[in-house]
């Protein structure tokens, strides 16, 4: 009955096929912007489902993974409503598959670092960048990234360790920059890259470990 929506992935598809008379309340966020804060995400969701309609909370990507799904379900169950979480595919791995790029292979990862990037330039972080057997993935990253490569050179990471960012996975809009760590800030900058976005540093970044043949992908590199 009710379609509490994001703005981020390929939603538009899913609501196209939804019946007219579904009720769709968009309550998407925007960097520096978010127009519905999350405590009114929460009062929507136990607001039209305890009038005994039938709500989706529609993300896009996987609820539980800088989605605030665990606060959703928190708030509708301090209001007595069950909960049915269907899990979705985080674009933290997703994304980068969709454009060729492994976020762990044999010979070359072993392990996955994944970093909100409004957050802080951690410890763990650097220390994730500087060992070239991780891939860190950053999700919301673009604003951040001048602030994160400074941080890693500065803490003496190599400049040549391969980054890649994957515009708009999974949509024909998607678009993969491929550069370095030294170089990456000047390469975004030239090729407008906006949200949203997921980066990914690692050896598994680096272009020609796969090819990706059919994917829908873009290329740029510098």
Known sequence: DVVVVDRLGPT???LAELDPD????????RPHHHPVPQEEINALLVEHASAGRRV???KGGDPFVYGRGGEEVIACQRAGIPVE???GASSAISVPQAAGIPVTHRGTASAMHLV???????????????DRDVT?????GVAALPRVVTAALERGIGSDLPVAIVENGHTSRQRTTRSTLGEVVDAAADAGVRNPAVIVFGEVARAGLLMPGGLRSEENAR
């Open 116 to 130: 909100n990037g409004q957050g802080e330039v951690t410890p763990t972080t650097l220390r994730a960048l500087a």
């Open 22 to 29: 579904v009720l769709v309340i968009d309550v998407g966020k």
């Open 136 to 140: 860190t993935v950053m999700l919301m």
């Open 12 to 14: 538009a598809e899913v």
């Open 56 to 58: 989706v909370r529609l």
């Open 85 to 87: 979480v269907t899990p």
